[in-house]
């Protein structure tokens, strides 16, 4: 770590939360004692099994909590994230024992490192580290609390969805011995969904969070409507580039019009289509519900490692591919990409209405315009 010959421009200990709290003469003789260090992004401040010799206060920047495992040393977990202001090594004061954790920092940032030998010889300072040892460990009592909740609810999701996809395993295995199961597979998929639309939304009660965190409420609604505005038409127009291309380059595709429903204006009034995309409008609310709200959302919130967003994203599109086995393998395995898009589109805002409407119009326009098998 850079040492600064001197304090920042215009800074001084009693701009420094928690010292702001301690009369002028502790302050000045601190100022002898501590130092000001200018460190870099990546740098660990303190190294887990390191002794335990000086606080440091993260004056500047953010800096994240890391814990080796027992067993696998080499394997490091990230515990919690912390902020300008905080307080780092106060615990070492009272017992001297090793560092128990690593703090690395995740941007350039100003650190002040007072020594334990420093702190010995003011009682307000030590005091002052009382007061806030206390503190933490009364929050750490409430994020104790909070973690298990969390736990539960990600352990009641885990089990609901293993439970859905077992059943839906059972019923792809015996579809083909139903013989008098409607054309249209729509029929088929419509009450399936909405028995896991049923439970994600018993899961989502369950958890006693407010719907905000799983994309129900009114927060960020008219931005979500707005980003499915105008997210979703290049999309639409991606989907007509592939299958241009795919009609370039395969000679059975060739003799297929780009758009093979160029009258969608007239079959909008067949009453067979109109009933289809009312399935198709329902069906998307339902799968969207329980991909987005149920599964991503509690996935983001309840995961703990630094790349849960886009995990959540990618495993509730493998989610959305697997609730289209029963169309086919090949329509299950393009329903990915959208089930990605749909997934990027809802982390943005954590809300489902865009994401629904966006289903909803690019379905209607790939099974009513451009031309797919209809659902």
């Known amino acids: 770590m850079e040492r600064l010959t001197s304090p920042p421009p215009a800074r001084s200990l009693r701009d420094v939360s928690p010292f702001n709290e301690l009369d002028d003469p502790t302050i000045a003789a601190l100022d002898r004692d501590a130092l000001w260090l200018e460190v870099a992004r990546g740098t660990r401040i303190v190294e887990e099994g390191s002794a335990s010799d000086a606080l440091h206060v993260l004056v500047e920047g953010r800096a994240e909590v890391r814990k080796r495992e027992e067993h696998r040393p080499s394997v490091e977990h990230t515990l919690a994230e912390i902020d300008a202001g905080e307080l780092i090594g106060e615990v070492g004061y009272f017992d001297r024992l090793p ?3 690593t703090v690395q920092l995740l941007e350039d940032s100003v650190v002040l490192q007072v020594p334990y030998a420093s702190i010995e010889r003011h009682a307000a300072l030590q005091a002052l580290l009382t007061r806030r040892l206390a503190a933490r460990v009364r929050r750490a009592g409430l994020d104790s609390l909070e ?6 609810a990600l ?7 293993v439970v859905l996809l077992c059943g839906y395993a059972v019923l792809i295995a015996w579809l083909p011995r139903l013989q008098s199961l409607p054309s249209s597979s729509s029929y088929i998929s419509l009450p399936i969904i909405v028995l896991m639309g049923l439970g994600a939304w018993r899961y989502v009660r369950n958890t006693g969070y407010p719907l905000d965190e ?3 409420g009114r927060k960020a609604l008219g931005w979500s409507l707005l980003e499915a505005l105008l997210f979703t038409p290049p999309f639409c127009a991606a989907l007509v580039a592939i299958k241009w291309l795919m009609m370039r380059s395969k000679p059975q595709w060739r003799a297929l019009p780009l758009f ?4 969608w204006a007239s079959r909008l009034q067949q009453p067979l289509v109109v009933k289809l995309m009312l399935l198709y409008l329902a069906s ?8 987005r709200s149920a599964l991503q959302a509690g996935l983001e919130s309840f995961l703990l490692n630094r790349r849960r967003r886009w995990s959540a994203i990618v495993v509730a599109a493998l989610m959305f591919s697997v609730n289209h086995l029963h169309m086919s393998a090949m329509f299950a395995a393009c329903a990915f990409v959208p089930g990605m898009f749909w997934g990027w589109l809802f982390s943005r805002r954590r809300h489902l209405i865009g994401p ?3 289903h909803f119009v690019v379905g209607v326009f790939m099974f009513f315009v451009l031309g797919v098998s209809l659902p």
Request: no cysteine; glycine share 8%.
């Open 155 to 161: 352990g009641e999701l885990i089990v609901k969805v």
């Open 147 to 152: 973690g298990e909740r969390r736990r539960a």
């Open 99 to 101: 560092r128990p954790l």
């Open 284 to 291: 998307a609310v339902v799968q969207e519900f329980v991909v």
């Open 214 to 216: 799983f994309g129900l």
């Open 260 to 263: 093979e429903h160029p009258d």
């Open 356 to 358: 629904t409407l966006s």
